[in-house]
Structure formats: structure tokens, C-alpha cells
T-cell receptor
Framework: GNSVTQMEGPVTLSEEAFLTINCTYT??????LFWYVQYPGEGLQLLLKATKADDKGSNKGFEATYRKETTSFHLEKGSVQVSDSAVYFC?????????????FGRGTSLIVHP | NAGVTQTPKFQVLKTGQSMTLQCAQDMNHNSMYWYRQDPGMGLRLIYY???????DKGEVPNGYNVSRLNKREFSLRLESAAPSQTSVYFC?????????????FGQGTRLTVV
């Protein structure tokens, strides 16, 4: 079946530091890949996505590249801010018996200090 | 735009009580999902509905039932609540459009069973 593995947190950084959160996946077929962000007390919201190999998704300074050869979709940001503190979920969506079911990783908590 | 609306936002139940979590979406999506979120476990799929009139079990369906009332509404019922069902519950919806299956989430229901 489909699965997503992402690095455990929490990840603690100082403001303006470089961020990488690793994500690898297992899936049949050709999944779409996503990063979602969850701020405290809220639901998940889409941060970025990529639908085919070598695509790069980007939003709010975050980037991730769909690497089919390494089955990875690592999230990066060059300079984090305190406001980026949140939980980040890597996810995939692919066909399963005619349905498209999102599968999520366990989430990585990011804490950014001033 | 309302998006995905869940009610209630908070609930405390006694062991053995029953309740229904309500979810409605206004984006005309065919697919709807119920997840639970627990610390260290990420998001786990309880049930999903690929389209109006169909429902299927996810990863952790025991102790729950669902109803896809119409295209907009997808409810989750706990017939006899147990402390192990203390969790944050999220409803989500999505639509498959050429590879994009972004999921839209509600704000969550924080349920405590005592």
C-alpha cells in the first residue's frame, strides 16, 4: 500500500536559518505529492504540491522537488521566520480502486526562535 | 468561502455516550474523508466516501460509523464512546482534476472521552 515517511521532530531553528524536512514515499502508479501546514488550533492547509516527476512546487519561500528516482519530496526554505512555526505534513494522493485517497506522514513540528 | 465546516469544535463525552460529528463542504467535491489526529501518529483515515452513496473503511474504522447524507454532507458517528477515541477529528474533501487532488480540511473537532 501507499505510505509516507518523514523525519521526526521537533525541528528547532533560529530565525533566518535554513530548513530541510525530509520526506520519502512508497506508492503504486504515479502519485501527486503535497506538503501541508498546520498552525496551532487549525486544520491542515495546502502549502505546495507537485504532480509529476521533476516538478518543483513552491509557495511562501518553501520549495520541494518531486524526485521519482529517490521517491522523495523534501521540503526546504532558505530563511525561516518565527511565523513558520507549525506542523508540516508530507502527503501523497494516488488511485486506489478507483478512489483517490490522501495518505499523510506523521508530521514534523517546526519551532523557530527569534 | 466557507470551504469545509465541522461541528462541534469541542466536545466532552462520558464513556458509553454516543454522538455524531457533522461535516459539510460547499465546493461540490465528490470525495470526503474523516481522519483522526493523535500525537506522534499523524493523520489516520477512519472512513472515506469516494462519491455520494458510497462509503469505505480506512485504516482505523472500528468504533465508528459514517453516513454520506448527500453530496455536501458526511457525518461520523460514535455509537459508544471510549477513552481511546479521545482525539482531534478532521473532515476533508477533494476532487480529482487532472492529477490535482488537493484536500481541503475543516478546523477540526476536539473530542475528549472521560
Amino acid at each position: 500500500g501507499n505510505s509516507v515517511t518523514q523525519m521526526e521532530g521537533p525541528v528547532t531553528l533560529s530565525e533566518e536559518a535554513f530548513l530541510t524536512i525530509n520526506c520519502t514515499y512508497t506508492a503504486t502508479g504515479y502519485p501527486s505529492l503535497f506538503w501541508y501546514v498546520q498552525y496551532p488550533g487549525e486544520g491542515l492547509q495546502l502549502l505546495l504540491k507537485a504532480t509529476k516527476a521533476d516538478d518543483k512546487g513552491s509557495n511562501k519561500g518553501f520549495e520541494a522537488t518531486y524526485r521519482k528516482e529517490t521517491t522523495s519530496f523534501h521540503l526546504e526554505k532558505g530563511s525561516v521566520q518565527v511565523s513558520d512555526s507549525a506542523v508540516y505534513f508530507c502527503a501523497l494522493s494516488s488511485s486506489s480502486g478507483g478512489s483517490y485517497i490522501p495518505t499523510f506522514g506523521r508530521g514534523t513540528s517546526l519551532i523557530v526562535h527569534p | 468561502n466557507a470551504g469545509v465546516t465541522q461541528t462541534p469544535k469541542f466536545q466532552v463525552l462520558k464513556t458509553g455516550q454516543s454522538m455524531t460529528l457533522q461535516c459539510a463542504q460547499d465546493m461540490n467535491h465528490n470525495s470526503m474523508y474523516w481522519y483522526r489526529q493523535d500525537p506522534g501518529m499523524g493523520l489516520r483515515l477512519i472512513y472515506y466516501s469516494a462519491s455520494e452513496g458510497t462509503t469505505d473503511k480506512g485504516e482505523v474504522p472500528n468504533g465508528y460509523n459514517v453516513s454520506r447524507l448527500n453530496k455536501r454532507e458526511f457525518s461520523l458517528r460514535l455509537e459508544s464512546a471510549a477513552p481511546s477515541q479521545t482525539s482531534v477529528y478532521f473532515c476533508a474533501s477533494s476532487e480529482w482534476t487532472g492529477g490535482n487532488t488537493e484536500a481541503f480540511f475543516g478546523q477540526g473537532t476536539r473530542l475528549t472521552v472521560v
